[in-house]
């Protein structure tokens, strides 16, 4: 995933994203797909321009399903697609970075040394703004010092100049990496036992009632909206369709402090649906609802999470969220020592030393413990779960339709799970 590609390709077809959503856009072209967001560029309406038949050169970075987030696009005869370029100063930015770790340090001395109610709510918000800014000023940072942008930007100056050599060469020879056989770019993620059918779920087949629909998209509409309030709020974005004229809805969920992340880190592309696009459709019978979508337009697969059922990317997250706890706990541990050699003045001596490796040893040890009870007891449930819900089985299921359709395309396999 962190290399970039330049293509020269035959443009097909340019599609916006269903009405209120139609900021995320799809560029056909060639055998490839290309996702982007109009607010990227400095003028997107070139893509309006574009006929079928037009040559043009793209720069873009691979996406998990195999599709790819377009930077930008050029063609000789109708113009360019140029990204919004703004001049980023390093030490600026270091300098914000730096004051947002200032922030964060005097909001958690704050929090715990003025024991006020209201002082303490204070420093809590005060924290809660330190963290966005710091997240803010260091995707910020990350991406100005990116050899990838670089690369990116300098692809675009030389086709400009009418050097389209760069688009010609072999993405592993261009970007020094070795060449992958397909087979080796499969995920083992769909090679495990909470996504794929065991002998088990066959015998609840008659109890899953699923069905398959297939038809064109139309009447496509999309609105945004959320359920709960505070810390429970879900953002979502919920498209409405009729195909083969029964009216249908899919609820896509989003995180709206990460919406304005740059696309430069994009692992995958939101979810896509344009008026006529030919889908197939996995409907549970019981209630009507659309539990996977796959986009035989440009081959995408969408499958809805929901109810207690676990996959193995929802498993892999919860493990990076124990450990990025336990670092962070570790890392105000830290702070709190630090803080009281300062109050007690002078440079810590051999015995203050030993029992900071103790408190370190007995906090390392505790948290350990922590870490694979929890994860003991989720593996468990998602194992039983996974052994005897037939919601579970019926996720299974899904999975393995919109497999399915995707290998009768010739593919790669890859499902997107959508909360």
């Excluded at 999309?222 to 429970?232: H, I, L, N, V």
């Excluded at 083969?244 to 430069?264: H, I, K, M, Q």
Aim: glycine share 6%.
């Amino acid at each position: 995933m962190k290399k970039i590609c330049f293509y020269d390709l035959p443009f097909i077809r340019h599609d916006q994203n269903a009405p209120s959503e139609a900021k995320l856009r799809r560029i056909l072209a060639g055998d490839k797909v290309f996702y982007t967001y109009s607010r990227q560029f400095i003028d997107a309406k070139v893509l309006n321009r574009l006929v079928a038949g037009d040559r043009v050169y793209i720069g873009a970075h691979p996406l998990a399903d195999g599709s790819y987030w377009l930077h930008w696009l050029v063609s000789e005869e109708k113009g360019s697609l140029q990204p919004k370029v703004t001049d980023i100063s390093k030490s600026n930015v270091i300098l914000k970075v730096l004051g947002a770790m200032a922030v964060l340090g005097g909001s958690a001395y704050g929090y715990f040394h003025w024991l006020n109610i209201w002082l303490m709510l204070l420093f809590l918000f005060v924290f809660v703004f330190g963290c966005w800014w710091f997240v803010s000023s260091f995707q910020t940072l990350l991406v100005s010092n990116s050899s990838r942008r670089r690369r990116l930007l300098q692809g675009l100056e030389q086709v400009k100049r009418g050097d389209v050599s760069v688009c010609h060469a072999p993405h592993h020879l261009l970007l020094g990496e070795p060449q992958e056989h397909p087979a080796q770019r499969l995920s083992d993620e769909h090679d495990n036992d909470l996504d794929t059918l065991q002998a088990d779920d066959l015998l609840l087949a008659d109890r899953v009632a699923l069905a398959s629909v297939r038809g064109e998209a139309t009447e496509v509409s999309a609105r945004r909206d959320f359920t709960g309030s505070g810390k429970s709020r879900r953002d979502f974005v919920e498209y409405q369709f009729t195909c083969n004229a029964v009216r249908f809805s899919f609820r896509a969920g989003f995180n709206s402090l990460t919406e304005d992340l740059n696309p430069l880190f994009f692992r995958q592309h939101p979810f896509f649906l344009a008026v006529n696009d030919p889908v197939n459709l996995v409907v549970n019978q019981q209630n009507g609802a659309v539990l996977g979508v796959c986009n035989e337009r440009d081959g995408s697969a969408y499958l809805k999470v929901g109810g207690l059922a676990v996959s193995f990317n929802q498993l892999k997250l919860m493990y990076k969220v124990m450990l990025g706890c336990c670092t962070f706990l570790m890392m105000m541990l830290v702070f709190f020592i630090a803080n009281d050699w300062w109050q007690q003045g002078g440079m810590p001596d051999k015995w203050d030393w030993l029992d900071a490796a103790d408190m370190f040893y007995a906090f390392g040890l505790m948290s350990v413990l922590i870490f694979c009870v929890f994860m003991l007891l989720v593996e468990v449930s998602s194992w039983l779960i996974r052994k005897y819900s037939i919601g579970a089985a019926r996720f299974a299921f899904a999975r393995q339709m919109l497999t399915l359709f995707k290998r009768r395309r010739g593919v790669k396999p890859y499902i997107q799970e959508v909360a």
